[in-house]
């Protein structure tokens, strides 16, 4: 299983990834999609709004599933990604490029360093 080191990651299974100053990338963990399954639908209906800290952004709906999706830090949902609609098994074979799953602008970028780094989430799913 891969876990980029760059990233930073909730016990939920999300990851998070800076893209500039205060937007980010999100995602699931390869160890979350793997656990799924094949996952055949993505739901987000969130974008524009403003969420807090862990509250639902969307669901994650695998072959025998359906999982909610936890928002690592509070800001505001920019964009899903597009490519998902078509294509949601992107999230199953690459979750960490092609399969994020919204762009966001992080409300305050403390939250991001509290989040879990490589070695804590390895930790805490038992690697």
Same mark, same amino acid.
């Given at each position: 299983?891969?876990?980029?080191?760059?990233?930073? /990651?909730?016990?939920?299974?999300?990851?998070?990834?800076?893209?500039?100053?205060?937007?980010?990338?999100?995602?699931?963990?390869?160890?979350?999609?793997?656990?799924? =399954?094949?996952? !055949?639908? #993505?739901?987000?209906?969130?974008?524009?709004?403003? $969420?807090?800290?862990?509250?639902?952004?969307?669901?994650?709906?695998?072959? +025998?599933? !359906? %999982?909610?999706?936890? &928002? *690592? !830090?509070?800001?505001?949902? $920019?964009?899903?990604? *597009?490519? $998902?609609?078509?294509? *949601? @098994? &992107?999230?199953?074979?690459?979750? /960490?490029? =092609? =399969?994020?799953?919204?762009?966001? @602008? #992080?409300?305050? &970028?403390?939250?991001?360093? +509290?989040? &879990?780094?490589?070695?804590? /989430? +390895? %930790?805490?799913? =038992?690697?």
């Amino acid at each position: 299983m891969n876990f980029p080191a760059d990233l930073r /990651y909730t016990e939920e299974h999300e990851w998070i990834k800076m893209e500039s100053e205060n937007v980010a990338l999100v995602g699931i963990t390869d160890f979350a999609q793997s656990e799924l =399954g094949d996952i !055949v639908f #993505v739901e987000i209906e969130t974008e524009g709004e403003e $969420l807090g800290e862990n509250e639902i952004f969307g669901t994650i709906e695998a072959v +025998k599933t !359906v %999982s909610d999706l936890f &928002l *690592p !830090v509070a800001g505001k949902i $920019l964009e899903v990604n *597009p490519s $998902l609609a078509d294509e *949601p @098994e &992107l999230v199953n074979n690459s979750p /960490y490029e =092609g =399969g994020w799953l919204i762009r966001m @602008e #992080v409300a305050d &970028l403390s939250d991001v360093e +509290k989040l &879990l780094d490589v070695d804590a /989430y +390895k %930790s805490s799913i =038992g690697l």
